[in-house]
């Protein structure tokens, strides 16, 4: 069966058809259609396939592709050639790296994050994948220096396997006063003390402004002084994970120019819930990011 082109996949979302079995997806409202918008470029942005879960997958790839995005974030490997088809990539892949609670701080996750990222991180270079996640796990009684030790030797074991291949395995930021309560890497200093310590290229911090908000503030100032060591970022309105818009705290387009005020060439993946139409708020973002 032949692709189809960008244009006539979004005329089939327009009358509301759909791609082999999935569910129906409404009409996209005059609003959300769009002709192929050109953006500045300073910052390349995506969009996180969990917070779309309703849409098709090819239809927010066709979306993305006309409203500018570069990449969709959070794609598992099997998912992973699907926005080739529209020009963009994975931005952020699946690929084994442990579960949020439980992941790098136990060794005994090792050898099994190990195992999955020797079968896949090969495929993410090969579909052009740049970014793998991972997480520290949570504390369950444990102390963070042990933690940091762990993770320290499990990232060491796995370095040279994205080095190999020219992938980066980055370790995610997460908050654990609202969202993942007891998670270890929940601090930027702690993550930074992990990934210093490997002092690989290839093994960087996924740095959520959401939940690094909620954490500590700071924002700018702190991407600015560590951003060789941030690998990729994740957006999100604070609080309550929703649009980027005057409802929230964080001034988005203020963070953004302090990105690129940087060298950082990596990806910007929008990651909020959204109150409203998805796709309209995801445009909304996306034109608010465009610095």
Not at 195 to 205: D, E, G, T, Y
Not at 207 to 217: A, T, V
Not at 228 to 239: A, L, R, S
Not at 254 to 270: C, D, K, L, Q
Request: with cysteine.
């Amino acid at each position: 069966m032949s692709l189809l082109s960008r244009r006539d996949l979004l005329k089939t979302v327009v009358s509301g058809a759909t791609i082999g079995a999935g569910p129906a997806w409404p009409a996209l409202s005059s609003s959300q259609q769009a002709t192929q918008v050109s953006r500045k470029g300073r910052i390349r942005q995506s969009a996180s396939r969990w917070c779309y879960k309703d849409i098709p997958l090819e239809k927010l790839c066709v979306f993305g592709a006309e409203i500018g995005l570069k990449g969709i974030d959070l794609l598992n490997v099997d998912e992973w050639e699907v926005p080739r088809r529209q020009g963009l990539i994975c931005s952020m892949g699946y690929a084994g790296g442990g579960e949020i609670a439980s992941a790098l701080n136990r060794t005994e996750n090792h050898a099994k994050i190990e195992e999955a990222f020797r079968k896949n991180i090969p495929i993410a270079a090969k579909l052009g994948v740049p970014n793998v996640i991972t997480f520290s796990g949570n504390r369950a009684g444990m102390s963070d220096e042990e933690g940091a030790k762990n993770t320290i030797a499990g990232l060491n074991r796995l370095k040279k396997i994205g080095e190999d291949h020219g992938v980066t395995i980055c370790m995610e930021l997460l908050n654990s006063k609202v969202d993942h309560k007891d998670y270890m890497c929940d601090h930027t200093a702690w993550g930074l003390q992990v990934v210093q310590a490997v002092n690989s290229p290839r093994v960087k911090l996924l740095y959520d402004i959401y939940h690094m908000q909620i954490m500590e503030g700071d924002l700018v100032a702190t991407i600015q002084k560590s951003i060789d060591w941030f690998g990729h970022f994740h957006t999100g309105g604070v609080p309550h994970r929703h649009e980027l818009d005057g409802s929230q705290e964080v001034q988005w387009d203020g963070v953004m120019r302090g990105i690129a005020a940087t060298s950082y060439g990596g990806y910007v993946a929008h990651e909020f819930v959204s109150t409203r139409d998805p796709l309209t708020s995801l445009r909304q973002a996306v034109d608010l990011c465009d610095v």
